[in-house]
DNA sequence: TGCCAGGCGACGC
DNA sequence: GCGTCGCATGGC
C-alpha cells in the first residue's frame, strides 16, 4: 500500500448537515471517530470529512486528482436545493418532513458500492447493514488506506461462492450478492447500460439480478444513476404515503420524488410509530 | 423474549 | 396478476 500525504481542501457546503445526511440511511460506508471527523469509502476512494458551518473540510486518504470534483459531486453540492425546498415546501405534509432535517442531501455514490449495500438491506436493519457491510469490505475489498477497505470488485466477488461468504452472516442474501457479482463482471449488467437506458427499462434490467426486485433497483437508480424521480417504496415510505399523503405524493415533488423520498423516508422513520 | 427489519423468490390461486 | 409464506440473522 502505497503513503500517501494528503493535502485537504475545503469545500463550499451551505445547507448541508453532513452527519444527517451521511447516516439517514443512504450510505452505510461512513464512520464517526471520536474527533468528530467521519471517514469513510468511495469507490476505490477513501476520505475524512468534517464540518465547520457551511463549509465541508475533506482530507483525502487516497491519491486522487480530481478529488474536490469527485466529492462536490458525491455530496451533492451543486445541485440546488434551495430552489428545491422552496417547492417542496409548497406542500404542507411535504414541508414538515423536509423542516424536520432540511440538510438532508441525496448522495451520488458509486454504482457498484450502492448494489451491493441495498441488496444487504432488505429485510434488515440500518444497524446490521451497516455490520454486515463492514465485513463485506473489510474481508473482501482491497485496502486502500490504513484500516480502510473499499468494496470488493465485481470480479473478485464472482470467482467466490456462497459458502466464502458465511462469514459476512448476510444469511439469505449471499447468494444474492454471488450473482450480482456475476452478472456485473460479465458484462450483462452494467453502470453503462443502464446510464443509457430509460427508468423503466433500466428497472428490469436491474431486476434481473436474483435478490434484486423493484426496491433495491429503485435505490441503485437514485442513489448511483442520478435518477431523482425515482422514489424507492420501503415499508416506511408506503406508510408515510398512505398516513400522510393519503394515497400519493404530491405535484410539488414532481420530478424529484427520489429526493422528497428522502426527507419523508427519515421523518417517518422517526416519528411513525 | 418475541417482533421486526429501507424485500424478494417461490408458490398457490 | 395478486396474496401469502419462508428466509438467516440479530437489533431492539
Not at 187 to 212: F, H, M, W, Y
Not at 222 to 243: C, H, N, Q, T, Y
Not at 257 to 263: H, N, P, V
Request: contains cysteine.
Amino acid at each position: 500500500m502505497v503513503v500517501f500525504s494528503p493535502v485537504p481542501f475545503t469545500l463550499d457546503a451551505k445547507g448541508l448537515d453532513l452527519q444527517s445526511t451521511l447516516f439517514c440511511g443512504q450510505s452505510f460506508s461512513w464512520q464517526a471517530l471520536d474527533d468528530g471527523r467521519y471517514q469513510g469509502v468511495a469507490g476505490g476512494y477513501a476520505a475524512r470529512l468534517t464540518q465547520t458551518n457551511d463549509c465541508i473540510e475533506v482530507q483525502p486518504l487516497t491519491p486522487q486528482a480530481d478529488a474536490a470534483d469527485f466529492w462536490r459531486r458525491y455530496l451533492a453540492l451543486d445541485d440546488d436545493y434551495a430552489a428545491l425546498h422552496a417547492t417542496f415546501k409548497e406542500d404542507t405534509q411535504l414541508h414538515r418532513c423536509v423542516s424536520y432535517c432540511s440538510g438532508i442531501r441525496v448522495l451520488r455514490q458509486p454504482f457498484f458500492d450502492t448494489l451491493l449495500s441495498f441488496i444487504i438491506s432488505q429485510n434488515n436493519n440500518l444497524t446490521r447493514i451497516r455490520q454486515i457491510t463492514d465485513r463485506l469490505r473489510a474481508r473482501f475489498g482491497e485496502e486502500i488506506a490504513e484500516g480502510i477497505h473499499r468494496f470488493p470488485t465485481a470480479e473478485k466477488l464472482a470467482a467466490l461462492h456462497e459458502e466464502d461468504l458465511k462469514e459476512l452472516k448476510a444469511g439469505f442474501r449471499a447468494r444474492y450478492l454471488i450473482d450480482a457479482a456475476q452478472k456485473v463482471a460479465s458484462g450483462s449488467v452494467t453502470e453503462e447500460k443502464l446510464q443509457s437506458l430509460n427508468d423503466d427499462d433500466a428497472r428490469k434490467l436491474l431486476c434481473t439480478i436474483v435478490g434484486v426486485g423493484p426496491k433495491v433497483a429503485d435505490c441503485v437508480l437514485l442513489f448511483s444513476l442520478g435518477r431523482d424521480a425515482i422514489a424507492p417504496m420501503d415499508v416506511w415510505m408506503k406508510r408515510a404515503v398512505k398516513e400522510l399523503f393519503g394515497g400519493a405524493l404530491p405535484p410539488q415533488a414532481k420530478g424529484y420524488e427520489g429526493i422528497a423520498q428522502q426527507y419523508i423516508f427519515w421523518y417517518a422513520k422517526n416519528h411513525l410509530e
